[in-house]
């Protein structure tokens, strides 16, 4: 799993047959402490992230499995994060 925050949205009326019809969210990869490492990722979007929220992600395979079948997937955010802390420090606080 990789964190990332929501910068926007993506939209696509036309897209392949076999893609979900579900929302696709602008993330950035982030460290722990929200430093940007890889920007702008695609990620489809099942739990109703807004921009501005840290979500975790997954990709490849673990990414298809949200879904039913095997849609072209490559990264999908399957949670909203409320806090990273790393020892006695807050990292990330909603």
Do not use: C, H
């Amino acid at each position: 799993m990789e964190l990332g925050k929501v910068v926007g949205q993506v939209v696509s009326t036309v897209r392949d047959l076999g893609l979900p019809n579900l929302t696709f969210l602008l993330v950035d990869i982030v460290d722990p402490e929200g430093k940007v490492v890889f920007p702008a990722q695609v990620a489809a979007d099942t739990m109703g992230a807004g921009e501005g929220e840290m979500v975790l992600l997954v990709r490849g395979s673990s990414a298809r499995m949200i879904m039913e079948g095997k849609p072209p997937l490559d990264l999908s955010v399957v949670g909203i994060v409320d806090q990273v802390t790393s020892g006695k420090d807050t990292l990330y606080n909603k």
